[in-house]
């Protein structure tokens, strides 16, 4: 029987996942714009992270599904993405140059992604299916709370010494997966009867369905980031510190609504959770074009925030629930790809926009692909597997 306290413990290496992707909120940006000022540039650098995620994920993933380890089969994978990603974090203050800041954001970017696929992997196997929705909650909880110390005391550490908050990063980082994932019990890993890969996501039309929403929710996302403060800084005239408070009440908002969402998804259909989710997300994006001040900008990222912890939320349970449990990891990192395609892309493309025709269509943009989003979750249905029979065969959730 799984304790009572893992939807618990399993969550807390979550904060690591939160504070360093964080770091790219304002951190990495902020670094690399002491080495250039072009959009495109930082775009590109940022959306490394997401190319990264693209291949790292469905990897990490197949081969942990496979692997034998005597400590288990997703902990090694761990704890190898998360040193490696400390190293890397700590190595960014010292870039020279931008290809230098490049190259170790990239190593960065792949660490990162070879930890987090595997963890994610491992929350649905260590947790009881009617305390998924409990653990996500808890867990994004704690993620939020990692971006939240970033970015809080990022700025501030940053005006004493450039380096200081890389260095917090990857302490806290490292403290927050070492202290408890030894405490989370996985039996060791046997690995796959089957080394062949099957490469046949397509015949499993619920997944593809959440693929393919889940890629448009994170286009949209990606049109945002990197470049919110920049947008803030420039045309709306805030302070760097104030848009980074923005972002910090976006964290907290998801916080303090991650627990009831997440119980709220253990309750009624997950899917439905989902929709209302990226609705909030789809509207908030719209009214923001709008928005000159401060205040409404503030509640603006706080439907965010909502939305967004929604979507965080259902999405990996969905999945969890709709595709061959053994082949888990596997499904899990070949959701990152479209996860990790969408930001790439919309990174990239946004950053040339933004440089060409200025900030026009920057929340407009974001918006239309959050409610194309929202059109193809209403319209599908996400089914549960049949695991006692054939695991391609599906029922009616």
């Not at 409990?134 to 990022?154: D, H, M, P, R, T």
């Not at 627990?259 to 989902?274: A, C, N, Q, T």
């Not at 449990?325 to 959701?335: A, D, K, Q, T, W």
Request: proline fraction near 5%; aromatic fraction near 14%; hydrophobic fraction near 55%.
């Amino acid at each position: 029987m799984k304790k009572k306290s893992t939807p618990y413990l399993i969550g807390v290496p979550n904060i690591s996942i939160g504070l360093l992707w964080g770091m790219n909120l304002v951190l990495i940006p902020m670094l690399a714009a002491t080495i250039t000022k072009s959009n495109a540039e930082l775009g590109k650098l940022v959306s490394m992270g997401a190319f990264t995620g693209i291949f790292v994920q469905y990897i990490a993933g197949v081969l942990s599904d496979r692997s034998r380890f005597k400590m288990g089969k997703r902990k090694p994978f761990i704890l190898a993405g998360i040193l490696t990603a400390a190293v890397f974090i700590c190595m960014m203050p010292y870039a020279k140059t931008y290809w230098m800041l490049f190259v170790i954001a990239f190593c960065f970017y792949f660490s990162l992604n070879f930890f987090q696929g595997p963890y994610y992997s491992l929350i649905p196997e260590a947790v009881d299916e009617k305390q998924l929705g409990l653990a996500n909650g808890f867990s994004k909880i704690l993620s939020i709370l990692g971006s939240g110390v970033i970015l809080l005391a990022g700025p501030m550490l940053w005006d004493m010494d450039h380096r200081l908050p890389f260095f917090l990063a990857a302490v806290i980082a490292l403290v927050s997966v070492l202290s408890t994932l030894f405490f989370i019990h996985e039996k060791p890993g046997e690995g796959k009867k089957t080394e062949k890969l099957a490469f046949d996501f397509v015949k499993f039309p619920s997944v593809m369905k959440l693929y393919v929403s889940v890629f448009f929710v994170f286009v949209s996302y990606g049109c945002i980031t990197p470049f919110f403060v920049k947008y803030c800084t420039s045309i709306l005239n805030f302070s760097q510190a104030t848009a980074s408070n923005g972002l910090l009440l976006l964290t907290l908002a998801g916080a303090i609504f991650a627990y009831p969402i997440g119980v709220l998804s253990d309750k009624m259909e997950r899917r439905k959770v989902l929709l209302i989710g990226t609705l909030i997300f789809a509207s908030a994006l719209l009214v923001a074009t709008f928005v000159k001040t401060m205040l409404l900008m503030y509640l603006v990222l706080a439907c965010i925030g909502v939305g967004f912890i929604a979507i965080q939320i259902t999405i990996y349970p969905i999945l969890s629930e709709i595709v061959p449990p053994e082949r888990l990891g596997e499904f899990m990192g070949f959701m990152n790809l479209f996860i990790s395609l969408g930001q790439f892309i919309s990174n990239n493309l946004m950053g040339y926009v933004l440089d060409r025709a200025g900030f026009t269509w920057f929340f407009p943009t974001a918006a239309l692909m959050m409610f194309i989003a929202c059109l193809m979750i209403g319209f599908s249905r996400f089914e549960k597997i049949k695991t006692e029979n054939i695991p391609s065969e599906e029922v009616d959730a």
